[in-house]
């Protein structure tokens, strides 16, 4: 990974031949390009190999990995909603030393960058598969680890840890301790929160380098015609391009909370209904450094390396040389509408 | 968890060449040759609905009726649509020239006999679409081939009079009597299997019939593959929807996707019990189920 600026020349435009530098830099993860694949909509790469090669991605993210292996929940674990989905896996995997062994080994030989996503059932669980990653052989694709506390808290009543910015914080302090320091890591918010900028900044201040935003909505799909909830885990999580609008506000106030002062600067990895580029330019002019594309993968599995292709192009058409220009834009035209 | 892939999988927009209702269905035939040259039978391909735009985001996935890798068109690959929902009544209604993008093939196709085996091949409803085209590969190997079709009425029968040139013998239920002999495909299963001394039954169709074709064929000592029809949200393995217990080489019980470990399975390895009224709970042998208990 010694090149890490990567140029994008643009194939759709009348300016053939133009280049934008889509370089990002997060928190000391250098990256070619900003998209990758947003956890748990990609598998563990093999399966999106064979639509395009996933070394291209700025980096692959991980379907998140707890302790033990997981059978997931029962079916049917998913219901189609307007513009989305509904889904309950229940976090389905093979553990963590399954997944070192296999999985991060495979996307090792294949030169993927790798974003490791974390969970546990307790704050120590968290630590403990941070651990794992950190001394497996193939620990240097890993450019970055996710940290999911959208899940339940087993000491707190199953209240997800991203919902209270002191359990957040008890997390991401105790993963941080388990990685070497150029690792950053990121913590991936819920936007089921009364404020999010309170829990990111527990997050940051408890040592996140960064943050991703956002996580699937918590919704309930009936079937009409058994009257009775569709998926079996009876709730499941909203996403896809009608929760696009929630990712653009939430990446919207951190940021203004971060160019406020309110809470340190950090690096956003924008998440949440990103089909095309344009969709991921709101996400950028909003305060996105970098783009994960999820649902929009099972209608198109090449759909992060397309939009990377649109964006950079829209990019190219609104002006910029460079993504990292674009980042938090909208901010600075406020005095335009008001 | 792991299934193997091939090096690259075609996504394609393929171009509707017809689109022809046949009973309560619609039989379409869509070009696309990189998809046709590769195709094995049991295998599928996974259909974007609505455009670029479209507000069902999901993959509509079927089973391959039959190719024609050699068609003067261009390579074509037939599916079979019922059209229940958004999705499918878009596809119904498509007209020749149309685009739509697929991708395929996908899963593991049904394992064929290495002797040639006397089979019998069940279908349900318009399950039955892709055993045409197995039947003719079993019969090229020698195999003799028996066919029962089944379906609630006449209506919801497919391919009765492609059945007659493809097998050997053809049986039909419905459970109307509308068809053939009033009654379920397994009434008369054991007596077509005995009949014919199958050494294997190849069954497709809703989950409760491929638990009673594998209870019949593994009654009468035969071996029982089955091609599911779990919903799925992408086929292509990272949604993490379409699982269902089986058992492994291991004897180990995995929740395993169906679009990549399947669709097509071995009925004995498929833990039928764990399937009721529409749900499928994880059994508590499962690997990994233990874990679930916390939440």
């Known amino acids: 990974m010694a090149d890490v600026t990567e140029t994008v020349t643009t194939r759709d435009t009348t300016t053939v031949g133009a280049t934008i530098d889509m370089s990002v830099d997060l928190a000391g993860m250098r990256l070619p390009n900003p998209l990758m694949t947003a956890s748990g909509c990609a598998a563990n790469g ?13 980096a692959f993210v991980t379907k998140t990995v707890m302790r033990d292996p997981r059978s997931g929940r029962g079916t049917p674990r998913m219901a189609e909603t307007p513009s989305g989905m509904l889904n309950s896996i229940g976090l ?27 969970a546990g059932s307790t704050a120590g669980e968290y630590a403990a598969v941070a651990s794992v990653l950190s001394q497996s052989e193939a620990f240097d694709a890993v450019v970055g680890v996710e940290v999911n506390i959208s899940c339940p808290n087993v000491a707190n009543r199953g209240l997800v840890f991203a919902c209270d910015p002191l359990a957040s914080a008890d997390v991401i302090a105790l993963v941080r301790e388990k990685l070497p320091r150029h690792i950053p890591i990121f913590a991936k918010l819920s936007p089921d929160v009364t404020d999010i900028v309170e829990i990111a900044r527990a997050c940051v201040e408890a040592g996140a380098d960064g943050l991703t935003m956002i996580n699937t909505l918590l919704g309930m799909v009936i079937d009409t015609d058994l009257l009775r909830p569709q998926v079996a885990g009876v709730t499941g999580g909203l996403s896809g391009p009608a929760i696009r609008p929630v990712a653009v506000r939430a990446i919207w106030q951190v940021r203004a909370a971060m160019l406020d002062g309110r809470i340190p600067m950090a690096p956003i990895i924008g998440v949440g209904g990103v089909r095309t580029g344009d969709d991921a330019l709101q996400l950028v002019a909003a305060g996105a450094s970098a783009i994960q594309v999820g649902t929009a993968i099972f209608n198109d599995p090449s759909a992060p390396i397309r939009v990377n292709r649109e964006l950079a192009a829209a990019l190219q058409d609104k002006g910029f040389a460079r993504l ?15 | 968890m792991s299934g193997t892939f091939p090096e690259r999988t075609p996504q394609v927009t393929g171009e509707l060449l017809s689109n022809r209702r046949v009973g309560a269905y619609h039989q379409l035939t869509f070009v696309a040759p990189d998809v046709a040259e590769v195709a094995e039978p049991g295998q599928f391909v996974a259909m974007a609905v609505g455009g670029d735009t479209s507000a069902n985001l999901l993959r509509r996935c079927f089973s391959i009726h039959q190719v024609s890798p050699r068609d003067p068109d261009g390579g074509t690959v037939d599916i079979v649509v019922a059209a229940r929902g958004a999705g499918t009544r878009w596809l119904t209604g498509l007209s020749a020239h149309d685009g739509v993008n697929i991708i395929g093939p996908l899963g593991r196709a049904f394992p064929l006999p290495e002797e040639p085996v006397a089979a019998v091949l069940v279908g349900g409803g318009y399950g039955s679409a892709p055993l045409f085209w197995l039947a003719s590969i079993l019969k090229e190997r020698g195999c003799h081939v028996e066919m029962v079709l089944g379906a609630a009425t006449t209506k919801r029968l497919f391919g009765v009079a492609e059945a007659g040139g493809a097998a050997d013998g053809v049986t039909v239920t419905t459970d109307d009597g509308s068809t053939g002999v009033k009654g379920w495909v397994s009434d008369v299963l054991p007596d077509v299997i005995r009949r014919s001394q199958a050494g294997v039954v190849y069954g497709c169709g809703p989950m409760a019939m491929l638990r009673s074709i594998t209870d019949v064929a593994t009654a009468e000592c035969a071996i029982a593959h089955v091609a599911v029809e779990e919903s799925m949200a992408c086929g292509v393995g990272v949604c993490m929807t379409c699982v269902m217990p089986v058992v492994g080489d291991d004897g180990l019980t995995r929740m395993v996707r169906s679009c990549v470990e399947g669709p097509t399975f071995r009925g004995d390895r498929v833990r039928w019990e764990a399937f009721d009224n529409g749900w499928c709970r994880v059994p508590e042998d499962a690997l990994g189920a233990a874990a679930m208990r916390g939440h």
Do not use: M, N, Y
């Open chain 1, 46 to 58: 093999k399966e999106l190999h064979r639509f395009f090669d996933i070394a291209e991605l700025g």
């Open chain 1, 92 to 118: 389905q995997g093979p553990g963590i030393d399954v997944f070192v062994r296999e999985d991060l080994a495979w996307l090792k030989s294949v030169g993927a960058r790798v974003l490791a996503s974390v």
């Open chain 1, 324 to 338: 990292s220009d674009a980042v938090g834009v909208a901010h600075t035209r406020l005095d335009q509408v008001r």
